[in-house]
Nanobody, 120 residues
Framework: QVQLVESGGGLVQAGGSLRLSCTAS????????MGWYRQAPGKQRELVATITSGGSTNYADSVTGRFTISRDGAKNTVNLQMNSLKPEDTAVYYC??????????????WGQGTQVTVSS
């Protein structure tokens, strides 16, 4: 199995910054994609940003230019630097991994979520 542990959420004023981190551990065989999704109250979970093992990134239009995703393959860690935060960025942020555990096929893994609240 693969476990994901997130850190870095919290409360920040509009215009401020936060950095989220997520580390994958367990019987990891390979990781193809790491990333972040978010879910605001009353809304569906949505993509924030992803990064592949080759370093290709994908961002939601709403965060492009403000958020930066990075990855440390050796440590199985993915980070999300969030700048110029807006109240509409308030949500629970979930770490996401698409990969393979030992003796298992490729599948999605999710963290438990970390709250990000941006006050106006």
């Amino acid at each position: 199995q693969v476990q994901l542990v997130e850190s870095g959420g919290g409360l920040v004023q509009a215009g401020g910054s936060l950095r989220l981190s997520c580390t994958a551990s367990g019987s990891i065989f390979s990781i193809n994609v790491m990333g972040w999704y978010r879910q605001a109250p009353g809304k569906q979970r949505e993509l924030v940003a992803t990064i592949t093992s080759g370093g290709s990134t994908n961002y939601a239009d709403s965060v492009t230019g403000r958020f930066t995703i990075s990855r440390d393959g050796a440590k199985n860690t993915v980070n999300l630097q969030m700048n110029s935060l807006k109240p509409e960025d308030t949500a629970v942020y979930y770490c996401y991994v698409y990969g393979r555990a030992s003796f298992s096929g490729q599948r999605d893994y999710w963290g438990q979520g970390t709250q990000v609240t941006v006050s106006s």
